[in-house]
């Protein structure tokens, strides 16, 4: 029983990771994109580059310097080892899903803006009633692949010494139980079997081309 309470404890920090992140990350994204498009050169130069570092280095990576970096080179130690895993999240996150925006937002043809602004709608017009729901339709199945891998990445806040599940069931595995690290993997397959069967009943629901 107490084997049980560490790890339902644990992954408490793995879901407050998950829901911050998606909170955060899913609008940050967004406004990352619309500067990534903007015609502005210097402000869509400064935005492809921060998406081009954070892709291409590892979140594990990222997690060490948001923790130790402000305490190395400003003397000003993060207190919270949860506040910069939850930032480290953020801002890999919202750099993966810009590029899922920029890419559905582009995938829609261009003479549907065109069409919309025969018919007397501005560009923001355009995109809220023409071009969004369209995109929508095209991310869900990308953004929800991207969200169940936040899932399993939460773990990885262990490095940092944030207490999530697989940190719990590490500490039992030293007392020699075994079974607390393997049944880590219910929970996990739990999540991502409820995600699974969301995204499925949303992408059912958007795809209104189907009788």
Known sequence: MEQWLSLFEGFKYNLILFFVTILCAVPLGLLITFCSMSKFKPLSFVSKLFVWIIRGTPLMLQLFVIYYAPGILFDMPMRSRLMA????????????????????????????????????????????????????????????????????????????????????????????????LFSTGLFFLAMCGILTLLFGKLEKKLDYYKA
């Open 85 to 180: 895993a939850m930032i480290a999240f953020i801002v890999n996150y919202a750099a993966y899903f810009s590029e899922i925006y920029r890419g559905g937002i582009e995938s829609i043809p261009r003479g549907q803006y065109e069409a919309g602004q025969v018919l007397g709608l501005t560009k923001t017009q355009v995109f809220a009633k023409i071009v969004l729901f369209q995109v929508i339709k095209r991310i869900v199945p990308p953004m929800g692949n991207e969200i169940m891998t936040l899932v399993k990445d939460t773990s990885l806040a262990r490095i940092i010494g944030v207490g999530e599940i697989i940190m719990s069931a590490e500490r039992f595995s030293k007392m020699g139980l075994i079974w607390p």
